[in-house]
């Protein structure tokens, strides 16, 4: 059974920072491109950063320079390293690991940025 977890959502006030996690099990890990994804309230969930197997990164343009992704193949882990955060970061943020046609997605974990 596939399980993507994630952890470390919360309230942080402008200009903070926030590290999430993703813990995969079920999966070959280490062959799947892993994202993070977010959702505000009344909006369209929107990409905000990928990680290739071999470590190619992508990111939206709204959090290049603020949020960093990486993972730990060894841990089965992806992290989101969120700096400089802004209220309009506030969503909730879902993992996302894909490989070909085949999708998983976590259940979620909430950030607000507020002060």
């Known amino acids: 059974q596939v399980q993507l977890v994630e952890s470390g959502g919360g309230l942080v006030q402008p200009g903070g920072s926030l590290r999430l996690s993703c813990a995969a099990s079920?999966?070959?890990?280490?062959?799947?491109?892993m994202g993070w994804y977010r959702q505000a309230p009344g909006k369209q969930r929107e990409l905000v950063t990928t990680?290739?197997?071999?470590?190619?990164?992508n990111y939206a343009d709204s959090v290049k320079d603020r949020f960093t992704i990486s993972r730990d193949n060894a841990k089965n882990t992806m992290y989101l390293q969120m700096n400089n955060l802004k209220p309009e970061d506030t969503a909730v943020y879902y993992c996302?690991?894909?490989?070909?046609?085949?999708?998983?997605w976590g259940q979620g974990t909430q950030v607000t940025v507020s002060s």
């Open positions: 079920g999966i070959i890990f280490s062959i799947y491109t």
């Open positions: 996302n690991a894909r490989f070909n046609i085949v999708n998983h």
């Open positions: 990680i290739t197997s071999g470590g190619s990164t």
